[in-house]
Nanobody
Framework: QVRLVESGGGVVQPGGSLRLSCTPSGDRIIYSIGVMGWHRQGPGKQRELVAEITPGGTPNYGDAGKGRFTISRDNAKKAIYLQMNDLESEDTAEYYC?????????????????????WGQGTQVTVSS
């Protein structure tokens, strides 16, 4: 199946910044991807939407991502990014990359498959003084 790999997480002090990246990984050939986005899950909290972005570059921010975060997309690299500024302790969470409507196949001789929903393994963001 399609795999997504996140990177860029780490430990920062309040007010600091981080830039998260997400890109597909593995042997599959990916032809198209629909909406991609970021979700997060903090300690003792449910997973919530941070931001999503369409193939055309239209963003949609959840309550967790409004104001201080900016999502962007590079269709050539099939990657998305999340610029996080002025981080607060409440932003501490595991951040997950998501991709929807992924068209791919193992090789040119294999059948094309469609993955409705794909999640990455997550990257930890810790904001602490």
């Amino acid at each position: 199946q399609v795999r997504l790999v996140e990177s860029g997480g780490g430990v920062v002090q309040p007010g600091g910044s981080l830039r998260l990246s997400c890109t597909p990984s593995g042997d599959r050939i990916i032809y198209s991807i629909g909406v991609m986005g970021w979700h997060r899950q903090g300690p003792g909290k449910q997973r919530e939407l941070v931001a999503e972005i369409t193939p055309g570059g239209t963003p949609n921010y959840g309550d967790a991502g409004k104001g201080r975060f900016t999502i962007s997309r590079d269709n050539a690299k099939k990657a998305i990014y999340l610029q996080m500024n002025d981080l607060e302790s409440e932003d501490t969470a595991e951040y997950y990359c998501q991709a929807a409507q992924v068209t791919s196949r193992l090789s040119e001789t294999d059948p094309v498959t469609y993955d409705v929903h794909v999640w990455g393994q997550g990257t930890q963001v810790t904001v602490s003084s």
